[in-house]
Every structure is written in C-alpha cells, then in structure tokens.
C-alpha cells in the first residue's frame, strides 16, 4: 500500500493532530504575513473561519447518513481551524506591540522574572500596564537587588519598542516579539524609587527561591552538587557554572538540566508507585490520578511554569484523565492537544526554541518506539533480572536514538553542532537523574526530621559528582562535538522528509525508500549551493 490512503488513515487514527496541525499552520500564514496585512484583517479571519465551519456544518447535514463527502467536510472544518490560527496570532501580534510615549515618563512595574547579567547590567523582565519589557538596571552591585514580585517606581524614563541593532545577524525585534516582550527601558539607579512590597513577593518564583537556598543552608552538599540539583529539581539554573553547562552540552546531556518531559515523566512514575497500594479499588483509581494530576501541577508552579514544564505537564494530566475513565486514547492525540492549548493561548510560543525540540523529542519517541520498536509480548515468561536490566538499557538506547532522531535537524539549524557521544551518555547519565531525583524527594521529606536527612544527602553527592565526571569526560574526548554551519530552514525540512520517509520504509510502504532518497537529494543540493 503506498501513500495513497495515508490522508484518510491519518485523519482516523489522530484526529487531534491533524487539528493541531491546521492551527500551527494558521500560525505560521499570520507570522509571515504580520508586517503586510494590517489588523483589520484579525476579524476577517475569525469570519472565514466561521464560514468554513457552517459550511462544514452543512454538508454533514446534507450528507447524514451516506457519508458523501467526508474528506471534504474535514477540509472546511480544518480550514476554519487554520484560519482560528491566524485569528489567534493577529490577535497576539496586537497585544505586543505597543505604541509607548515618544517623551519620558513616570510608570510603576512589576518585576516579574529573576535577572539575567549582561556585561554592565541587570535584566529583569517586568510588567507595565499589562504589557511585557525587559528593564535594564546598572550592575553596580554583586548581588541583584531586586525579586519577582518587588514593584518599582521608575522617574523620568523613556520606553522603547523592540529595535535592531548595527552588527546583528537575525532580527533581534522579532525575537523579542515571539517573546512577547513589548518594550525595553534602561533606567539608571537614581530614577528607581522601590514601592512597599505586598502579597504579590509571595508568588512562586519567590517562593522557589526560598526552596532554592535551603539546599544550601541545611544541607552539606557541595556547591557544584547544589547547583546541578537545584537545576533538576527546581529548575533554577542561575548557579550553574558555565563551563559545566557547555560540557553538558557537548555530552548530548544539556536536556537533563531544562526541566521537561523526561523529568515530569519520572515524577509521575514515582507518584503512581507510591499511591498505587493506596487505591487498588478500580473505583478509586480516579483519585489516584486526581491527586498525581495536583501533585504535578504544583511541582509546575513551583518551577516557574516553563513552555516545557506547561508541555509536559499537560500531556500528563490528559493521560492520567484518560487512565481514570480507561478510555483508549492515543498518546501522540495527548501531544497534539496539550500543544494546541498552549497555542491557543500563546500562539508566539510555537517560536520558542525549547518548545520546538520538546515536542519534536516526544513525537519523535512516540512515533518510533510505539511504530517501530514497538516490545514483544512477553507475558507469557516472566523475565529474568538480566532481562528486565536488558530491557531497561534497550529503552534507554530506544528513546535516546528516537528523540535525536526527531531533534537532530532543529539541533543543528539553532547550535550548529551534533554531538557524537550522545549515546554512550545517556546511558550512563539518565539512570543517575532517576536516582537523584529520588532522593531529592528523600531529602525533603528528611528535613521534617531531626537529623535532616545525611544519607540522601549522601546519596546526591555521589550522583551528581559521578554524572559530572562522566559529562566532563566524554565532552573532553576527541570528536566529541561536530560543527555543522548553516543549517537553513530548508536543510532542516529535507532532514525531517529524510527521517520520516525512513520511518515509512521500516514500516514497508513501498514510497519510503524512494522518498528518502529524494530528500536526501535535496539536502545535499541545500548543502553543496548554501541554501
């Protein structure tokens, strides 16, 4: 069977997907057209799209019964979704740019972020008015003076819109705008008069960094260890040595560090096992998972609730809604529609580089272990200890080469670079994260007793220093790192037709293999005339 029928079993097996996929594109149409179609046009979009619905409406009407025409209902109803897409990005596009005051001003913010150090100053994100900008404060002191959830009061300061400056090679504007950042001021120290603190100082990224610094005032665990656990754990990276992140990086590890999927997954896992004696009754098991699904979320709230963390969490929460009422959902349907929500109520997010790789990890693992490498049924024999470590590892290679596969192509066109040992380190590395998350959580619940937990204690020090001797090696080994310049946009759909072809062949259609070597034709074509 070739690709012939590959629409309508697409459509049957995913439906979520493929709705998904109709309001990614919406959004692409609506960013490329942004600096050409004026706003007027957001409420023509949302009446197309209108239009295509009834129209879809209509024709099922029409067709009750005979079935008809169902592609071409599918196609009005995801035409109209397209066209939501665009309606939703316009919309957004709207709300961040903002026309400031061409004179100075006095305005109150909110800061809403921990700062980054520049060269000469702090950056904060904060809040004016219900908008985003990024406030720039000199670095005249070591230590930041200000926390999310302090309000200033800024005199006489001049807010600019997003600007391009001499000497850069992307446009620097538009970045910040998917960030939906809407200004930038700089203010010097004597124009920033601090406002009386209030309840907002007890939100959670204050109260994550209250977490934060008790890892180092009631434990003995070394600074650097403190660092990579609170970068699991919390997900507060502020403290990691630079050099240990680059190393990180060229082990093929850096993932371990952003909190995401991997981290969320192990969460859950623990939570199941440790309420699952708690609720063997089937008609209790819906609040096994309500309390997994609380659980996650605070752990969420705590961290910040990044586009990962967001992602992870509510793909989990629809899985575990799923698990409760046993309906028989597809995991990849799960992905697609805690993507959509995200989308729907950020559609700058799909421009974040996080998310992308996050979601074309988890695809990618969906897609090629469950279709590919989908295990045996062994329930026949009961496997042996070796057999369950062999399976284990096996999974780990599985997953490791499965979410490269699907990250490789947007890896290189953002870092330029593949790392070869990526393999080797996640073997070793990613049995060390399931270890010390685990006692991290030990740890925590330790500090209830007197003697604070010294063997959890222990227990972390011995991981992170051995998962840092391993990082710090292989990123030390010849080869290590492979520099790939130039990776365009078009390189990177040649790759992805290359990975999604071979996956077609694996599976026995008969395009696959021609598939494949067409896009491998064009890559190199991309390659050899720098497109």
Known sequence: MGWGGMPRRFGRRWPL?????????????????ALCLPSALTWVALAVAACFWVGALLLTSLDKGTHAHPTTGSVLLLAGVLCLGFYATQKRRDAVCVAWPDHPVDVRVSIESFPSARSRSWRYEAEVAGHALYLYLPADTVTPPYVPGDSLWLKGVTLRPPENFDGLTFDYARFLRHRGISGTVYVRADRVEPLPSSARSLRAATLRARLSDRYGRESLLDDEVQAVVRALTLGDRADLDGTLREAYAEAGVSHVLALSGLHVGIIYMLLSFL???LFRRRGLRWVQELLIVLAMWVFAFLTGLSPSIQRAVLMCTIYALAQA????????????????VLLVGDPYVLFDVGFELSFASMASILLLTGEVFA?????????????????????????????????????????????????????????MVYVTMLAAVVWWLCQLLPFAGCLPT???????????????????????????PDFS?????????????????????PAGMPCMWLFLALLLLCRLCGW
């Open 275 to 277: 309420l699952r004696p």
């Open 489 to 509: 946009w078009l390189q990177v759909i040649a790759a992805y037709g290359i990975v999604v072809s071979l996956l077609f062949f694996v599976k026995k259609k």
């Open 375 to 431: 295990p045996h049924d062994d329930s026949l024999q009961r496997p042996t200890l070796w057999q369950r470590v062999g399976s284990y590892l096996g999974g780990i290679v599985v997953m490791s080469l499965s979410a490269q596969a699907g990250t490789l192509p947007l890896t290189l066109h953002y870092f330029a670079q593949f790392p070869t040992y990526f393999l080797l380190t996640n073997l070793l590395v990613i049995p």
């Open 325 to 340: 009422v046993s309906a028989d959902r597809s995991p990849l349907d799960a992905l697609a529609l805690s993507a959509l």
């Open 17 to 33: 997907l493929r709705v998904s996929v109709a309001f990614l594109i919406g959004i692409l149409l609506a960013d490329g057209c």
């Open 458 to 484: 222990d227990v972390l020090n011995l991981c992170v220093r051995f998962m840092n001797r391993v990082v710090t090696s292989v990123a030390a080994l010849p080869g290590s790192v492979v520099e790939v």
